[in-house]
């Protein structure tokens, strides 16, 4: 019932800049949480960046600086700019939605493959 799509990804020189964008659908209320994560061939998925619901964010250590996760809730959509980008940033970068009251349910994109050359 719940969709998440994700958008936006591409090839990039390193120091250049990428926008992703998430879109939510579905018959639930604003989710509570929403944020974006990244997985490199061979290693775990990780946190990059969340925001609530009251736009408090928190981003991985390895991207603050460079990175900016904002949402908007009237388009149910979420966005990733994504500025002077390393190799190291490269990556299948995925849409997280966590809804519900109480115990939060995550919904999952499929994910946007962001290549970033030297």
């Known amino acids: 019932q719940v969709q998440l799509v994700e958008s936006g990804g591409g090839l990039v020189q390193a120091g250049g800049s990428l926008r992703l964008s998430c879109i939510v659908s579905?018959?639930?209320?604003?989710?509570?949480?929403m944020g974006w994560y990244r997985q490199a061939p061979g290693k775990q998925r990780e946190l990059v960046a969340i925001i609530t619901s009251g736009d408090i964010t928190n981003y991985a250590d390895s991207v603050k600086g460079r990175f900016t996760i904002s949402r908007d809730n009237a388009k149910n959509t979420v966005y990733l700019q994504m500025n002077s980008l390393k190799p190291e940033d490269s990556a299948v970068y995925y849409c997280n939605a966590k809804v519900g009251i109480g115990l939060l349910v995550n919904y999952w994109g499929k994910g946007t493959l962001v290549t970033v050359s030297s």
């Open positions: 579905g018959k639930i209320s604003s989710p509570n949480v």
